[in-house]
């Protein structure tokens, strides 16, 4: 990317980490070493969201080995919309990434999602599981639960997007700093409100493909999304139908 400023900060990633002690150091220094073969100017903002394992301990050993990490966090488990958007808030990029840090999508999409967005002059891009060209390793319960999110989402917002929570997206940075100061929803529909206000400033936003290897339905797993996280999730949905009712 041209940047005119070559002292600016390029592309700032937010990665918010929950117990994921066990492979967050690793992650973060292979999302790194990933970045740093299309982005000279770049850092990695990893948000530790009161994490009950060793993950804030974990983020700080890999920013101890690579400049280019920022260990961040808080003591209370606060939701992952707070911690993107606490993220949001110390980012310094032009371009800013979100990015979920089990690495189930891999952080060499950005390098293409950033040409879309120049060659389309798209302010957000978002990886989508429904793009044509995806490749999806993705339970069948999991594909049936996203396309019936889907067809809510487009009744109650009339939004032009086939998938709003995968969860790698790129913005503008002068597009999600406004945005992120303004929502009000701190759990996994933050996505939502963050693309409906979007929708509603007249944004540009276009899906890209993704490849996905998912690994979360393993019952051991305390990262797993739970079903009061699910049941949280429409309530919320309904929240945001509430606040940007027009």
């Avoid at 992952?80 to 060499?108: C, M, N, Q, T, V």
């Avoid at 798209?122 to 319960?141: A, C, F, N, R, W």
Wanted: hydrophobic letters at 35%; a positive charge; glycine letters at 6%.
């Amino acid at each position: 990317m041209n940047e005119t400023n070559t002292s600016q900060i390029t592309l700032s990633v937010v990665m918010p980490a929950y117990n994921e002690g066990r492979q967050i150091c690793e992650n973060l220094l292979t999302t790194s070493n990933i970045l740093s073969t299309f982005v000279k100017r770049y850092e990695i903002i990893a948000v530790d969201d009161g994490s009950q394992d060793d993950t804030a301990g974990q983020i700080k050993a890999a920013a101890a080995k690579d400049s280019h990490i920022i260990a961040t966090g808080y003591s209370d488990n606060c939701g992952k919309g707070h911690a993107i958007s606490f993220g949001i808030g110390k980012a310094r990029g032009a371009y800013i990434a979100f990015l979920d840090s089990d690495l189930e999508l891999s952080p060499g999409l950005l390098k293409s999602y950033l040409k879309i967005m120049k060659s389309q002059n798209s302010d957000i891009v978002i990886g989508s599981k429904q793009h044509p060209e995806s490749k999806l390793d993705y339970p069948l319960t999991r594909k049936i639960m996203s396309y019936g999110y889907y067809l809510m989402l487009k009744l109650m917002f009339h939004l032009d997007v086939h998938d709003t929570q995968t969860g790698i997206k790129l913005f503008r940075s002068s597009v999600i700093k406004p945005i992120a100061k303004n929502l009000t929803t701190d759990g996994y529909a933050f996505d939502i409100e963050i693309l409906v206000a979007a929708n509603r400033q007249g944004c540009h936003i276009t899906e890209a493909p993704i490849e996905l290897h998912y690994s979360r339905d393993d019952a051991n797993d305390g990262r797993r999304i739970k079903m009061k996280d699910i049941i949280k999730v429409f309530h919320d949905t309904i929240a945001i139908k509430k606040k940007y009712k027009k």
